[in-house]
């Protein structure tokens, strides 16, 4: 399946590297997010966009920055993260940003934080 | 309080079992039920949602008691590719009463059917 694209797969990357993760999705959804997935935890959401407007900070550290240019891409631009940053990073869309609403997740993004 | 809770496994079973997974939620305003199944190293991907009257979808029971705030997923004559990590997630109203539904994904239960 392509509904959802994220590159790159993998990134290893010092403490004060600058990074961004990119994000597509195919299937006309209105509606992005970022989650990530730590070893063992359970999977958390970062920031959700609306119509390209962020509806949805939870709370996530400033070296964390997300960008939505359109529909259709979003961004997560990264600063000198630390190495307890390093996790599975998941994108996702959905049609609406409503319950009920199914949420089709991307690949993922494995970032290494050394 | 974990938000949702599920028993984290890992569940080892022969082909042709029937298992079980449980899972609790805290908030009792938590409008939409889902399991997502991961396979290792993927995407959660969407098994079924899950309604107050219940719902199966082939080999594939769920269950919701709202007055438990309790979910419940069936797996009937298990199969191999069955193994997985299970996710119970519970969708809420965003915070500030935005219309914004948020998603709250449990630990996951891991699944490994042997032959």
């Known amino acids: 399946e392509t509904g959802v694209t994220q590159t790159p797969r993998h990134l290893v990357m010092g403490m004060t590297n600058k990074k961004s993760l990119k994000c597509e999705q195919h299937?006309?959804?209105?509606?992005m997010y970022w989650y990530k997935q730590s070893a063992k935890k359970p999977l958390e959401l970062m920031f959700v966009y609306n119509f390209k407007e962020q509806t949805e900070n939870n709370s996530v550290p400033s070296r964390f920055s997300p960008e939505c240019p359109n529909s259709s891409h979003l961004f997560l631009h990264l600063h000198t993260l630390q190495p307890e940053d390093s996790a599975l990073y998941l994108c996702a869309s959905s049609q609406r940003v409503v319950p009920e609403e199914t949420q089709y997740f991307g690949p993922g993004t494995r970032l290494l934080v050394l | 309080r974990k938000e949702v809770e599920q028993d984290p496994g890992p569940f080892n079973v022969p082909e042709g079992a029937t298992v079980a997974f449980n899972c609790t939620y805290s908030?009792?305003?938590?409008?939409?039920f889902f399991w997502y199944r991961q396979d290792c190293r993927k995407e959660p991907k969407l098994l079924m949602s899950?309604?107050?009257s219940g719902n199966e979808d082939g080999r594939f029971t769920a269950q919701l008691n709202r007055a438990s705030q309790y979910i419940s997923l069936l797996i009937r004559d298990s199969k191999l590719s069955d193994s997985a990590t299970y996710l119970c997630?519970?969708?809420?109203?965003?915070?500030?009463?935005?219309?914004?539904?948020?998603?709250?994904f449990g630990q996951g239960t891991i699944l490994t059917v042997h032959p």
């Open positions: 299937l006309g959804h209105n509606a």
């Open positions: 997630v519970v969708m809420s109203d965003g915070a500030g009463g935005t219309s914004y539904g948020k998603l709250t």
């Open positions: 899950v309604y107050s």
């Open positions: 908030n009792s305003a938590s409008q939409s």
